[in-house]
């Protein structure tokens, strides 16, 4: 087992319990962090987090994406912060306000603020009314979201040089959109390979199906893993 674990948080967006609990076991020896994501926490409910993280002491990433008006999200995150995630995410697109008010509301966690979702892409920003390139967008809502507590931000790979340079070297950089050199890019616009992304300044790599779609999702996860040491 390595002495470090690899800085990555492998995406447990499984059909069924005991397929996350499957790949949460294969994995955790390689990395620091699994991540479970709003499909599989509404289908399991609250359960699935003691089930994937068992007795590893592995940190986990609850990706609920919160979005509401500022006092839903304090109550929503008062009652995940139970759980003792290392990290929650909202939406920085809520607001300073509601930032602030999960900050707030779970004072242990780590509150990571999703700035663009990696799926976006220009025409489909200027679909939604954020007009200019992706990076202005990820760079006014970073700037907010740590002006709100946020402790991480979460930005596609592509953006995470220009966000560290505006938001200095004490907030967590979370970047999806993560894929091996030659893996298929799927449903993710913006994307980089494992080793640029910390290059460019990020802490914390999301991977998903190129880990959890192979064969043997625990090789997967240490060889991607031995490749960032």
């Not at 790979?157 to 890019?185: F, N």
Request: hydrophobic fraction near 50%.
């Amino acid at each position: 087992m390595p002495q470090t674990k690899a800085p990555i948080a492998v995406a447990l967006d499984a059909p069924d319990v005991e397929t996350a609990a499957r790949w949460a076991n294969a994995v955790t020896p390689y990395v620091s962090v699994v991540k479970v994501g709003l499909e599989l926490f509404c289908r399991t409910g609250p359960s699935i987090v003691e089930t994937v993280r068992g007795g590893t002491g592995v940190g986990l990433f609850l990706d609920l994406k919160l979005h509401d008006i500022p006092n839903t999200v304090a109550g929503a995150a008062r009652s995940v912060a139970r759980l003792k995630p290392k990290y929650l995410t909202v939406h920085a697109g809520g607001g300073a306000a509601m930032v602030r008010a999960a900050v707030e509301a779970a004072p242990d966690v780590c509150i990571a603020a999703v700035t663009v979702l990696t799926s976006l892409n220009d025409e489909a920003l200027g679909a939604i009314g954020l007009a200019g390139p992706p990076q202005d967008a990820v760079r006014r809502l970073a700037v907010l979201a740590v002006g709100a507590g946020a402790g991480a931000l979460v930005c596609s790979p592509q953006e995470v040089s220009l966000v560290r340079s505006e938001v200095g070297p004490d907030v967590v950089l979370i970047t999806p959109g993560v894929r091996p050199a030659g893996a298929d890019a799927q449903d993710q616009a913006r994307v980089a390979t494992p080793e640029q992304a910390l290059r460019d300044g990020a802490d914390l790599l999301v991977i998903g199906r190129p880990i959890t779609g192979a064969a043997d999702p625990g090789a997967a996860a240490a060889r991607i893993a031995a490749a960032l040491s």
